[in-house]
C-alpha cells in the first residue's frame, strides 16, 4: 500500500563537513571508496587453501571492474597466525603464506597502475610471541631493558601464582600469562589483551616509538597511501595498570582511550606528512570501538588521524529512527574537527549485515554467541543490504566495502567445530562461535566449491569450507545478472564518480522524501540539493516525491513510482 508523504517544517538541517564541500578537488580519502581485501580469503593462486598476494594480483581486475578507490589489506606480515596475522612477528616482511615482499611491491605499483591506492593494516598495540623482541625479552628475564618493551610484571598471591590486575582478554580468560625461566621454574606474567600469543607493547618505552617510526617509513617507502591503525585506542594504559574493578579514569577501562595515545598519533601524523603530496596524500583510518562521539572526534583532529571506523553506524539496527540519530551524531561528532566520516556497514569481525539485517534484532553486538544461529530472512537480509549500499555510498565522506559485501554474502553459521580458527572461539572453550563465519573464502566462478577461490584440482580445500549454494553468488554468475548485488555495486560505484554531491560534502534531511520517525530516511546532497536519496524502511510502499528523476533503485519500484519496503533510491530532484 502506498502512503502519501507531506513536508514537515523545520526538519532540514545543513552540516558542513570540511572544505571539499561537494566538490571532487578535496583529498581523496575524504570520499573515496575502500575495498577490504582479508588476504587470508580473497583469492589462492598457488592451491593451499589460502588466499595469497598472487591471487589478489590476479584478481585486480575485479576491483577495477568494481570501481573502488583504494583497498586496505588486513595483515600480511610474517605471523604464526595465531590471530590471522593480528600476531606479527616481523612488521617489515611478507608471510610466506602470502609471498614474498617483491610480490607486495608489485601488488602495490599494479594497484596504482590501476588507479587504485593500497592502505596496509598496521598493529602496534602488540605483536607475536615469536617477534623477536619478545623472544629476546622472556630470555633476559625480570628487570631487563628487553622486558621494559612489554608489560611484564610479577604475580599477586604468595607465590605469584595470581595475575598482576584484574584485566580480561578480549578473546577470553585472564589478559595475563605467565613465562617459565629458564630453570622451568614459573616467574613473571606479561601483559595480552588479545590471545596469549600477542603481548601487548609497552608504549611508554621510546625504544618501541622509534621502532614504529621506522615501520611507517618502511611501508611508506613502498608506496602505501595509508594505514589502518588495529585497536588504535588501546595503545596505552593507564598508570600503574590500575584493577578494573578500581578505576574511576574518565575513559570506561584502564585499557583503551588514554590520553596519552594522542601523542602518538601527532608523531605519526608527523612522519606521514612527510610523505604525502599534494594530491597524493597518505591517510590513517583508526580502528576505533568507542560508543562516545566526542571521544572518538578527538582521535580525528587535524594533527592527528585521517579518519575512523564509524561503528555506531555498523551497529545501529536497520531502523530509520535509529539511523538517523547515529547518522546526525556522526557529522554532528566529525564537524567541529573537519574530518570527514566513514561509512561501513561490515568488516572481518563483524555478522555479515546480509544476514543481520535477515534477523529480528537486525543490530550488531559483541554478544555473538547470544546471536549466532538466530533465524535469519535472507531475502529480506539481500533487500536491505542493497538499500544499506546505496545509503553509505550517498553519505557525506568515504565509504567501506568488506569483500564479499558485493555479492551479498551472508554469515556462515555451520562451519564445522573442528575447522574454526578465531582464537576467540578456543579462549572461551567454544561459548564465543567467533569470526571465522565472515571470513569464508570468495566465491568466484564455476558451480562447486573452491568456486574458482583455488585453482581447479588444487590439493587443499579451501581454509574453511565455503556453502554450496555460493554457486548462485559467484562473481562470474552475478556480472551476467543486470539484477545482481554486484551489477548494483558497479552502477552505484560508476554512478557516483560522476556525482560529485555524493561523497564529502553538505546533508540536508529531507521533509518532502519522509520522515525517520515513518520509517523514512531521506536526505539532499550538495550545495543545491539537487541530488536525493530515500530509504524505506517504513514496512509500506511509499510514493515517490514528484518532479524527481530515479538515478538508480535497489530494487524494482512499484507501480506508479512507489518505493517499497527496504528499497533504497537515489533521485534527481527537478
Ligand atoms: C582488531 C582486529 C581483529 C583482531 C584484533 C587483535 O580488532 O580487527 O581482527 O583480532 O584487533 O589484533
Redesign the pocket.
Known amino acids: 500500500m502506498s502512503q502519501p508523504l507531506s513536508p514537515v517544517a523545520g526538519e532540514s538541517r545543513s552540516r558542513p563537513q570540511g572544505p571539499a564541500s561537494g566538490t571532487r578537488d578535496g583529498a581523496w580519502w575524504r570520499h573515496a571508496v575502500i575495498y577490504q581485501i582479508y588476504p587470508r580469503s580473497f583469492a589462492d593462486a598457488d592451491g593451499d587453501g589460502m588466499g595469497d598476494l598472487a591471487g589478489i594480483r590476479a584478481r585486480l581486475p575485479h576491483l577495477v571492474d568494481l570501481g573502488v578507490d583504494a583497498v586496505w589489506l588486513s595483515p600480511w606480515y610474517v605471523s604464526p597466525q595465531a ?1 590471522a596475522g ?1 600476531d606479527v612477528a616481523d612488521y617489515c616482511d611478507i608471510d610466506p603464506v602470502f609471498g614474498t615482499l617483491a610480490e607486495a611491491e608489485q601488488l602495490i605499483a599494479e594497484a596504482r597502475q590501476a588507479g587504485i591506492r593500497t592502505i596496509v593494516d598496521l ?1 602496534p598495540n ?1 605483536c607475536s610471541d615469536q617477534h623477536p623482541w619478545f623472544r629476546a625479552a622472556v630470555a633476559a628475564g625480570p628487570g631487563s631493558t628487553e622486558r621494559d618493551a612489554f608489560h611484564f610484571r610479577p604475580g599477586r598471591g604468595a607465590h605469584g601464582e595470581l595475575p598482576p590486575n584484574d584485566w580480561p582478554s578480549n578473546f577470553g580468560g585472564p589478559a595475563w600469562t605467565r613465562v617459565t625461566g629458564p630453570d622451568g621454574t614459573p616467574e613473571e606474567w606479561y601483559l595480552h589483551m ?1 590471545a596469549p600469543g ?1 603481548p601487548d607493547w609497552n608504549w611508554e618505552n621510546p625504544r618501541v616509538a622509534t621502532q614504529f617510526d621506522d615501520i611507517l617509513v618502511f611501508w611508506l617507502e613502498r608506496g602505501v597511501a595509508g594505514f589502518r591503525i ?2 588504535a585506542d588501546n595503545l596505552v594504559k593507564a598508570a600503574g595498570l590500575p584493577d578494573l574493578v578500581d578505576y574511576s579514569g574518565e575513559s570506561p577501562q584502564p585499557w583503551a582511550d588514554q590520553d596519552g595515545v594522542h601523542a602518538i598519533y601527532r608523531r605519526w601524523r608527523s612522519v606521514l606528512e612527510e610523505h604525502s603530496r599534494p594530491g597524493d596524500e597518505k591517510v590513517f583510518v583508526g ?1 576505533l570501538w568507542s560508543d562516545r562521539p566526542e571521544r572518538f572526534a578527538r582521535y580525528l583532529r587535524a594533527d592527528e588521524l585521517h579518519t575512523g571506523f564509524n561503528f555506531d553506524f555498523l551497529k545501529v539496527p536497520w531502523q530509520a529512527p535509529a539511523m538517523r540519530e547515529v547518522i546526525d551524531a556522526t557529522l554532528e561528532a566529525h564537524g567541529p574537527v573537519g574530518a570527514p566520516a566513514t561509512w561501513v556497514l561490515s568488516n ?2 563483524t555478522t555479515r549485515h546480509v544476514t543481520r539485517y535477515g534477523r529480528a534484532d537486525t543490530g550488531y553486538g559483541f554478544d555473538r554467541a547470544a546471536r549466532h544461529g538466530s533465524p535469519v530472512d535472507l531475502e529480506a537480509g539481500w533487500r536491505r543490504a542493497r538499500a544499506g549500499a546505496l545509503l553509505t555510498l550517498a553519505l557525506p565522506g568515504s565509504t567501506y566495502i568488506y569483500q564479499g559485501d558485493e555479492l551479498g554474502l551472508w554469515e556462515v553459521e555451520d562451519i564445522p567445530a573442528e575447522l574454526l580458527q578465531d582464537p576467540a572461539v578456543a579462549g572461551t572453550g567454544g561459548a564465543d562461535p567467533g569470526r571465522d563465519g565472515c571470513r569464508v573464502p570468495l566465491p568466484w566462478s564455476g558451480g562447486t566449491a573452491p568456486f574458482g577461490f583455488s585453482p581447479d584440482g588444487s590439493a587443499n580445500e579451501p581454509w574453511l569450507p565455503q556453502p554450496a549454494s555460493w554457486a548462485a553468488l559467484t562473481v562470474a554468475a552475478q556480472a551476467a545478472d543486470p539484477g545482481s548485488a554486484l551489477v548494483l555495486y558497479r552502477t552505484a560505484l560508476a554512478l557516483r564518480k560522476q556525482l560529485p554531491a555524493f561523497g564529502d560534502g553538505p546533508l540536508d534531511w529531507w521533509p518532502e522524501g519522509g520522515r525517520a520517525q515513518d520509517g523514512v530516511l531521506a536526505f539532499t546532497r550538495g550545495a543545491d540539493g539537487k541530488l536525493a536519496c530515500i530509504v524505506n524502511q517504513s514496512g509500506q510502499g511509499i510514493r515517490l516525491p514528484d518532479a524527481t528523476e530515479v538515478l538508480l533503485a535497489s530494487g524494482p519500484l512499484g507501480d506508479g513510482a512507489v518505493l517499497p519496503p527496504d528499497t533504497a533510491v537515489w533521485l534527481r530532484r527537478e
Do not use: I, L, S
Request: proline share 0%; glycine share 0%; aromatic share 18%.
Open positions: 590471530d593480528y598493529v602488540h588479545f600477542q588495529d585497536v580502528e572481518h569481525d
